[in-house]
C-alpha cells in the first residue's frame, strides 16, 4: 500500500504512528558510505537528534541497509531517468570535442557544459566537474579548472548531470589541438584496451574487487610496453608498494544512481538493474599525461549495456569529431 502525503503533514503523522501502540521501532535514515566522512553537523543527523528526543522511549533501527539494497537494482523508471541523464551528458561532450582549442580556459569548457546541461533540463552537475588540462588531469580531484589549454597537451573532462536526483557519470580524453601525439596515442591506447576487457566483467555475479584486481593486472602489463617500469622491476618490487600505483592510484568502478557514488552493500554481486561505472586511467605525472576514459554500465542478464554508447571513444572518432566545427 502507498501513502503519500505533504511534508507539512510529516511531525503530525509520525506521532499519529508513533504513539498509537503499534509503532515500536522508527527507522532513520543516514547516509552510510564507507569512504564519507562529514566534518559538519548534517541536517540528516539534526533530524535523527530531533525525532530521538521527541521519542526517546521507542526503540531504532538504520534503514540505509534497507534502502542501500533497494538503490542498488535500479527499477525501469531509474534506469530511464539515468539514461536521459547519461544522453545529455554525452551532448556537452560532443560540444567540447567541437569547441575546445588551444588558448581557451578550462572554465570557457566549463561554461560550455553547463550551458548543455541546463538546456537540456538537467539540475546541474552531478558533482563537481574536471576540466584538467596537461599536468593537472594527474591531479586526482583537480576542480579549479582555471588554466590555459596549450596546444600540443591533452585535456580530462570528468563531467556528469544530475537529472530528476538522478546521476551521471563520463570521462573523456581528448588532444586539446585535435591530434593526438604518438606517446599520447599509446598511452590512451592502453587505457582504451584495458576498459573493452575489464567491461566483460560487468555481469551478473561480477565484483568491484574483481574489477579493481583485473584493471591493475591488465595496466601493470601494458606501463611495461609503455615503458614506465620493466617486468623485472615488478619481480622485485615491494609487494605493499606495487609500482602500477604510482600511475594508476583509484578504484575504477562504483555503482550510480541519486548519489555519483551511490550508497552500496559491498558484498552484494552485480545483478541485472544495477549501474556502475568503468573507469580504467593512466596517470604520468613526469609526461604531463593524464588519461581517464569512463562509462556508466547497465547490468544485465547477458552483456552489460553501455549508457554512453556511440559516444567517440576510439582515437579516430575523436580526431574526427575535433575536425569538424559545426557548433550546434
Ligand atoms: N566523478 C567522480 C568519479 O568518477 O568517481
Ligand atoms: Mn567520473
Ligand atoms: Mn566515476
Not at 553547463?114 to 533540463?121: A, D, L, M, P, Q
Amino acid at each position: 500500500m502507498k501513502t503519500i502525503k505533504g511534508s507539512n503533514a510529516f511531525w503530525q503523522f509520525l506521532n499519529d504512528i508513533a504513539l498509537s501502540g503499534y509503532g515500536d521501532t522508527i527507522f532513520l535514515n543516514s547516509y552510510e558510505y564507507p569512504k564519507y566522512e562529514c566534518a559538519v553537523e548534517t541536517i540528516q543527523k539534526r533530524f535523527v537528534q530531533q525525532v530521538k528526543a521527541k521519542y526517546p522511549m521507542h526503540n531504532y533501527g538504520r534503514s540505509a541497509p534497507i534502502l542501500n539494497a533497494l538503490r542498488m537494482v535500479k527499477s525501469e523508471d531509474e534506469i530511464a531517468i539515468t539514461k536521459q541523464a547519461c544522453d545529455i551528458t554525452a551532448k556537452a561532450f560532443r560540444r567540447c570535442l567541437e569547441t575546445v582549442k588551444p588558448g581557451m580556459y578550462e572554465y570557457e569548457v566549463q561554461a560550455e557544459i553547463e550551458y548543455i546541461f541546463k538546456k537540456n533540463g538537467a539540475s546541474g552537475h552531478a558533482y563537481a566537474p574536471i576540466i584538467a588540462s596537461g599536468k593537472n588531469a594527474c591531479c586526482l580531484h583537480y576542480c579549479k579548472n582555471q588554466s590555459l589549454l596549450n596546444d600540443g597537451d591533452l585535456i580530462l573532462f570528468d563531467i556528469g548531470c544530475e537529472l530528476k536526483n538522478y546521476s551521471s557519470d563520463l570521462s573523456r580524453t581528448i588532444p586539446i589541438n585535435g591530434k593526438f601525439t604518438e606517446r599520447q596515442r599509446d598511452c590512451y591506447n592502453a587505457v582504451l584496451r584495458v576498459m573493452k576487457e575489464i567491461t566483460k566483467l560487468y555481469r551478473p555475479g561480477g565484483t568491484i574487487n574483481e574489477i579493481n584486481e583485473t584493471t591493475y593486472k591488465l595496466m601493470e602489463q601494458e606501463m611495461i610496453a609503455l615503458g614506465l617500469f620493466t617486468a623485472e622491476d615488478v619481480k622485485k618490487q615491494n609487494p605493499d608498494k606495487p609500482l602500477y600505483k604510482k600511475y594508476l592510484m583509484h578504484g575504477v568502478s562504483h555503482h550510480i544512481g541519486l548519489d555519483v557514488h551511490d550508497s552500496i552493500d559491498k558484498f552484494k554481486l552485480f545483478e541485472p538493474g544495477m549501474i556502475l561505472t568503468c573507469e580504467p586511467g593512466l596517470y604520468i605525472r613526469e609526461e604531463g599525461i593524464g588519461i581517464r576514459i569512463e562509462n556508466d554500465l547497465l547490468i544485465t542478464e547477458s552483456e552489460p549495456i553501455n549508457l554512453f554508447e556511440g559516444l567517440p571513444t576510439e582515437i579516430e572518432e575523436i580526431e574526427a569529431a575535433m575536425g569538424n566545427i559545426s557548433l550546434a
